[in-house]
């Protein structure tokens, strides 16, 4: 068995039995860094510190002093979340250079398990993106074929989990950017419901739809991510005050069977569905109904407005939120005669390109005259979406979408073509304007390449999403 | 107002300057998408109100105080600086 073979539990459970030292975990991810990234650029930067923070980890073990319960795990992180010390680019040219003051609430509470940051990975600049290629490092690699993408905008972090450089990764997710990257590379990825994890130190793109997620290759790993990443903070005034349970802990111990009532909305199974992934998903819905979870066609009758809804939001979201790079705080400038001159050639030069469009048609939708046409119309259409999803869960459990409606496209493919790109989200935009939680599910492959079904769960319901998925992975993946 | 004219219009509110290739091409790209979302208009959205987050919220207060950041730190991630201070363009 291969050291990224074994879980974080099992990596800690080996390191306190000293079994396996820090140093060589860390070193194996290293080197699988050093003999993958340059081809597959999945890290944007490498903590220079990594080693030096396992070698104390092991100092600390080999003098008999108590450890944090998950010293010396390797974590991959995508880069618009701070970590004191390191650049947080963003990838995007506006903020290369710039140093984090301070760790996002994230990454302080993953530092104070003893979790040790070994990079910063690729993103679609400022998560806006469905590939990975709108990165100013140039994209990311499907680890299961080179030449197609990886997905996004969290691709550098799901190639990092699925290639074997991390143990795991946090990503965020403001229309799918977790779980549209982990099915396109084969492995979990969690959006969490919306205010379940704190925001504080992650670059925002779209308030009210961004969430901070995992990424991991099984689902224990995800569990206790989610455990340590979840929960109220003081700096961030959409977190919720619901307890938080010890996910892992309750999927290891509620290993009865229940029998799932679950709801297939005909508007995500039609037409747009390509038959690669069709074929894979209905193979996995047999394996359910052999279980006898009980499952019925639905319908999310507003589904069809979810794309125009989401994305009028999140640009809106976006013209105001990148209002502060303006070339004064952080970054680099670009000098004008005037301030405003500055801020203008600034902003002009380093944005990307999707970037521009996504700020100027987002400030288009929320000007005088068009609000009400555009925006206002979104958010109302919001309403209606949430609304079909409150209506299905007073039924059932889950809903089960596919994660893709196709099979990871080629590198180029869509990057002149922004619509046929922000359909590739057309099936995991609605629970982020619903603020539900969704789960990417590996569930098999169609020419070698990796596809995902979707769970969607009720609010704050993360313990039987996972519970479930872990019986899928024990009983149907594994 | 004439498609150029919008485009330069949303450019100012933006604050970013385009090139006039840019500016040819974010037209086309405007009008697709503009077009695109135009699917909205055929709800009847009348009586429905607006939401602004998907979960209810309530506005939270804390107290506040001073934390230390250590400004020399934070002055140094700007492009131009001089002692703990920003340093812009004249603006009068």
């Known amino acids: 068995m291969k050291l990224e073979d074994f879980s974080i539990f099992e990596l800690s459970y080996l390191l306190k039995k000293r079994q396996i030292r820090a140093v060589e975990i860390v070193e194996r991810y290293l080197s699988i860094i050093e003999e993958k990234n340059s081809k597959l650029n999945a890290f944007i930067s490498v903590n220079e510190r990594a080693l030096e923070e396992a070698k104390r980890v092991d100092e600390s073990i080999s003098r008999g002093e108590a450890i944090p319960p998950y010293a010396g795990i390797p974590i991959a992180v995508k880069d618009n979340i701070n970590i004191k010390g390191m650049e947080t680019t963003c990838a995007s040219e506006i903020l290369k250079g710039y140093i984090a003051t301070y760790d996002a609430t994230a990454v302080r509470k993953l530092r104070e398990k003893g979790f040790i940051f070994i990079g910063k990975t690729n993103m679609d600049e400022f998560a806006m993106g469905s590939s990975t290629e709108f990165s100013s490092f140039g994209p990311s690699r499907n680890p299961h074929d080179p030449e197609r993408v990886a997905g996004g905008s969290s691709g550098g972090s799901a190639v990092a989990v699925a290639s074997g450089m991390a143990q795991a990764a946090l990503g965020s997710d403001t229309g799918g950017s977790i779980r549209l990257p982990a099915s396109f590379c084969g492995v979990y990825g969690l959006k969490p419901t919306y205010g379940r994890v704190s925001r504080y130190g992650l670059v925002a793109y779209a308030s009210s739809l961004d969430q901070i997620g995992p990424i991991a290759r099984n689902v224990e790993d995800i569990a206790i991510l989610l455990s340590v990443i979840s929960g109220w903070d003081e700096n961030d005034s959409t977190t919720s005050t619901m307890p938080v349970s010890d996910f892992f802990e309750y999927i290891f111990e509620n290993r009865d069977r229940e029998t799932y009532r679950i709801a297939l909305p005909e508007e995500y199974w039609g037409e747009g569905l390509s038959i690669e992934v069709r074929k894979v998903l209905e193979e996995f819905l047999g394996f359910l109904k052999m279980n006898l979870f009980k499952i019925e066609k639905v319908s999310l009758p507003h589904t069809k407005y979810a794309i125009p809804s989401y994305y009028i939001i999140a640009m809106a979201e976006a013209s105001s939120n990148l209002g502060r790079f303006d070339g004064v705080r952080y970054g680099r400038r670009v000098e004008g005669r005037t301030f405003r001159e500055m801020i203008e050639n600034t902003r002009g030069e380093f944005f990307g390109e999707e970037v521009k469009r996504r700020v100027l048609l987002g400030t288009f939708v929320l000007s005088a005259g068009y609000y009400e046409d555009y925006y206002l119309k979104a958010q109302k259409a919001r309403t209606l979406i949430i609304n079909d999803f409150k209506n299905i869960f007073r039924e059932y459990d889950f809903v089960l979408a596919p994660t893709s409606p196709t099979l990871p496209f080629r590198i180029g493919e869509k990057i002149d073509d922004p619509l046929k790109m922000y359909l590739s989200d057309i099936y995991t935009v609605s629970p982020n304007l619903a603020g539900l939680p969704a789960l990417n599910i590996p569930v098999g492959f169609s020419n070698g390449l990796p596809v995902g079904i979707q769970l969607i769960g009720n609010y704050f319901s993360e313990n039987r999403m996972l519970k479930f998925a872990y019986f899928v992975e024990k009983e149907y993946s594994g | ?92």
């Open chain 2, 1 to 92: 107002m004439k498609k150029v004219e919008l485009v330069r219009y949303i450019e100012k509110l933006s604050a970013i300057k385009l090139t006039s290739d840019e500016e040819e091409k974010f037209s086309r790209y405007f009008e697709r998408v503009i077009d695109y979302f135009k699917v909205l208009n055929e709800m009847e959205l009348g009586e429905v109100e607006p939401v602004f987050s998907a979960l209810p919220m309530k506005n939270v207060t804390r107290e506040d105080r001073a934390v230390s950041r250590d400004p020399e730190k934070i002055v140094k991630n700007a492009p131009k600086s001089e002692e703990n201070y920003f340093k812009v363009p004249k603006t009068i």
